[in-house]
């Protein structure tokens, strides 16, 4: 399968991160994290039902408590970082339309009430041998080299376990002080939950608002996602298309003459299959030649750089989305 829609290169995603409002750009290094006891025992009626202007200096366990249990209910924040961004805002807003209540991204007191939960959001995981296995020791910026490499993997035990779990690295060395991220080692880890199942009818890519929206049979949500979809330069399609079908761990072909230069690279290129390739874990393949649905490298950076056209989602919304779409299934771009 040849996968041409792939996101700005590695030196652009590394300008465009000043962007970003939900992760920790914005914070300063914080001087103690929170801990996992901390979160299991916030509240999400302690978080403010006004979004901050900006995130403070270390993740409010309240929030991670809320995003957590957004995440469980379908409604994706994309990673879980504890910080209030607008990832966060895009997921009450699903979730109030999960729920078929009026939508303003709030978390208002009906809001609450329906993700209040008494079970915990973080637990315990021992890190077993297997997860030390396929990570390596880094990913080049230059296609030629990664294109020599025969899989982008994880490079790291903390990067690894941050997307089993949908955690922002720095949150998961936070909650962890002082953790070697060994075999054999204990730590704590959020709790999302097990992953949506279900049969998608339609989905629906809306652009204003960067979301994806997965629609059962019977018109009923059954997730919501944070994308980013297209860019100003680069525009994703308009109109309704047909899933062709799911690859998963794809390589991706890179070819100047249709994506982009990225660097000195004037040839085509074959890049292996990893979490770390350009589209992530896996592609969706869609009826508009060259476009799909697909992961990405960099989850913290979902919905705040632009896209060449095609739909980005972090690995593991998309891992969900694949599992429950077969070829035919409507996708509808909505601006």
Same mark, same amino acid.
């Not at 296609?143 to 949150?171: I, N, P, W």
């Not at 100047?256 to 000195?264: A, M, R, T, V």
């Given at each position: 399968?040849?996968?041409?829609?792939?996101?700005?290169?590695?030196?652009?995603?590394?300008?465009?991160?000043?962007? $970003?409002?939900?992760?920790?750009?914005?914070?300063?290094?914080?001087?103690?994290?929170?801990?996992?006891?901390?979160?299991?025992?916030?509240?999400?009626? /302690? *978080? %403010?039902? #006004?979004?901050?202007?900006?995130?403070?200096? !270390? /993740?409010?366990?309240?929030? $991670?408590?809320?995003?957590?249990?957004?995440?469980?209910?379908?409604?994706?924040?994309?990673?879980?970082?504890?910080?209030?961004?607008?990832? *966060?805002?895009?997921?009450?807003?699903?979730?109030?339309?999960?729920?078929?209540?009026?939508?303003?991204?709030?978390? #208002?007191?009906?809001?609450?009430?329906?993700?209040? /939960?008494?079970? %915990? =959001?973080?637990?315990?995981?021992?890190?077993?041998?297997?997860?030390?296995?396929?990570? =390596?020791?880094?990913? %080049?910026?230059?296609?030629?080299?990664?294109?020599?490499?025969?899989?982008?993997?994880?490079?790291?035990? *903390?990067?690894?376990?941050?997307?089993?779990?949908?955690?922002?690295? #720095?949150?998961?060395?936070?909650?962890?002080?002082?953790? @070697?991220?060994?075999?054999?080692?204990?730590?704590?880890?959020?709790?999302?939950?097990?992953?949506? &199942?279900?049969?998608?009818?339609?989905?629906?890519?809306?652009?204003?608002?960067?979301? =994806?929206?997965?629609?059962?049979?019977?018109?009923?949500?059954?997730?919501?996602?944070?994308?980013?979809?297209?860019?100003?330069?680069?525009?994703?399609?308009?109109?309704?298309?047909? +899933?062709?079908?799911?690859?998963?761990?794809? =390589?991706?072909?890179?070819?100047?003459?249709?994506?982009?230069?990225?660097?000195?690279?004037?040839?085509?290129?074959?890049? %292996?299959?990893?979490?770390?390739?350009? +589209?992530? !874990? +896996?592609?969706?393949?869609?009826?508009?030649?060259?476009?799909?649905?697909?992961?990405?490298?960099?989850? /913290?950076?979902?919905?705040?750089?632009?896209?060449? @056209?095609?739909?980005?989602? !972090?690995?593991?919304? +998309?891992?969900?989305?694949?599992?429950?779409?077969?070829?035919?299934?409507?996708? &509808?771009? $909505?601006?």
């Amino acid at each position: 399968m040849r996968l041409w829609c792939i996101m700005k290169n590695m030196i652009l995603l590394a300008a465009s991160a000043t962007l $970003v409002l939900s992760s920790s750009a914005f914070a300063q290094a914080p001087t103690q994290g929170p801990t996992a006891d901390a979160i299991n025992a916030a509240t999400v009626a /302690s *978080v %403010p039902t #006004d979004r901050p202007a900006e995130a403070g200096e !270390t /993740s409010d366990p309240a929030i $991670v408590h809320l995003q957590v249990l957004l995440d469980r209910a379908g409604a994706s924040p994309g990673v879980i970082d504890g910080f209030y961004g607008e990832n *966060v805002t895009k997921a009450i807003a699903g979730f109030e339309a999960m729920q078929h209540l009026p939508v303003d991204g709030k978390p #208002d007191p009906d809001v609450l009430a329906r993700l209040q /939960s008494d079970l %915990p =959001v973080m637990k315990p995981y021992v890190i077993s041998e297997k997860d030390a296995e396929d990570l =390596v020791e880094s990913i %080049p910026q230059d296609y030629a080299k990664q294109a020599k490499m025969k899989h982008l993997g994880f490079t790291s035990m *903390v990067e690894k376990l941050g997307e089993r779990f949908h955690m922002d690295m #720095d949150l998961l060395k936070a909650v962890n002080p002082g953790a @070697g991220f060994k075999p054999g080692e204990t730590i704590q880890v959020t709790d999302p939950g097990p992953a949506k &199942d279900g049969r998608v009818k339609k989905i629906e890519a809306r652009k204003k608002t960067g979301q =994806v929206f997965a629609f059962a049979e019977d018109g009923t949500i059954l997730a919501v996602y944070p994308a980013t979809i297209g860019s100003e330069e680069m525009p994703s399609p308009s109109g309704t298309h047909k +899933v062709n079908g799911v690859a998963r761990m794809p =390589v991706y072909e890179y070819n100047p003459k249709i994506n982009f230069q990225q660097g000195k690279n004037k040839g085509k290129l074959t890049l %292996p299959s990893g979490p770390n390739n350009p +589209v992530g !874990t +896996v592609w969706i393949d869609l009826s508009e030649p060259t476009y799909g649905i697909h992961g990405t490298p960099e989850p /913290s950076l979902i919905d705040k750089s632009g896209s060449h @056209g095609c739909v980005r989602l !972090t690995n593991w919304d +998309v891992e969900e989305l694949g599992r429950m779409v077969k070829p035919g299934v409507m996708v &509808d771009f $909505v601006d």
